[in-house]
């Protein structure tokens, strides 16, 4: 099997589980993050309407997951929201997908 054929079958198996475990609410949104090679993508969900509350993009690196950290939870506070919870989507909670966590931590949110 081709190496990253696996590993994307991987991430998703783990993806799969980690959704049947949280959701969001309104009150409660879930952050959802997504990294390409060139971008990360962090929305937040409100899984029992089925609608995104908002989103937003950076580059895929350290800072660029900083400023989209901080950037969802602007968006967050202006809608009135305090807590969330947190859906690395399967990746492993280093490098970016920390740097999104800890700069909306610091931004306000709890999670």
Same mark, same amino acid.
């Given at each position: ?10 991430r998703n198996k783990i993806r799969k589980r980690i959704r049947a475990?949280?959701? !969001? =609410?309104?009150?409660?949104?879930? +952050? ?5 090679? #060139?971008? $990360?993508?962090?929305?937040?969900? %409100? ?17 660029? !997951? =900083?400023?989209?950290?901080?950037? +969802? ?5 202006? #809608?009135? $929201?305090?807590?969330?919870?947190? %859906? ?24």
């Amino acid at each position: 099997m081709n190496k990253n054929i696996a590993k994307t079958e991987r991430r998703n198996k783990i993806r799969k589980r980690i959704r049947a475990t949280i959701s !969001g =609410t309104a009150e409660c949104p879930r +952050i959802s993050v997504y990294k390409s090679n #060139k971008h $990360i993508y962090v929305q937040l969900i %409100d899984d029992v309407a089925g609608v995104t509350l908002g989103a937003t993009q950076s580059k895929s690196t350290v800072e660029g !997951g =900083t400023q989209a950290g901080s950037a +969802i939870a602007k968006i967050a506070q202006d #809608k009135g $929201i305090k807590t969330a919870v947190y %859906d690395r989507s399967g990746y492993e909670f280093h490098g970016v997908v920390k740097a999104v966590a800890d700069a909306a931590r610091e931004a306000g949110l709890d999670f």
